[in-house]
């Protein structure tokens, strides 16, 4: 069956800096387009950032340019560099993954817990 498992979370300073891992296993990997998601405490979930299967990238506006999604098909994991963190970062961070040519995010990681302090 399909697996994701993340891993790297932790605590870290403002302004610090962390690097997730995501990976997946029962999955033709480099078919899927693979993203990152975060929840806040008390706040619903919110889109990071994804990597389709070629390698390319797309990301929220309020992470752009502090972090970087990048992906090794060979050894079937993506990562998330988190750079210059903030603790508006703070939350519990999932992987997920689709099919290439489909919308949904079929599978889901348990999550990595990320505490950024002030």
């Known amino acids: 069956q399909v697996q994701l498992v993340e891993s790297g979370g932790g605590l870290v300073q403002a302004g610090g800096s962390l690097r997730l891992s995501c990976a997946a296993s029962?999955?033709?990997?480099?078919?899927?387009?693979m993203a990152w998601f975060r929840q806040a405490p008390g706040k619903e979930r919110e889109f990071v950032g994804r990597?389709?299967?070629?390698?390319?990238?797309y990301y929220a506006d309020s992470v752009k340019g502090r972090f970087t999604i990048s992906r090794d098909n060979a050894k079937n994991t993506m990562y998330l560099q988190m750079n210059s963190l903030k603790p508006e970062d703070t939350a519990v961070y999932y992987c997920?993954?689709?099919?290439?040519?489909?919308?949904?995010?079929?599978?889901w990681g348990q999550g990595t817990q990320v505490t950024v302090s002030s």
């Open positions: 029962g999955l033709t990997f480099s078919g899927y387009t």
């Open positions: 990597s389709w299967s070629a390698g390319n990238t």
């Open positions: 997920a993954a689709r099919w290439k040519t489909t919308a949904i995010y079929d599978y």
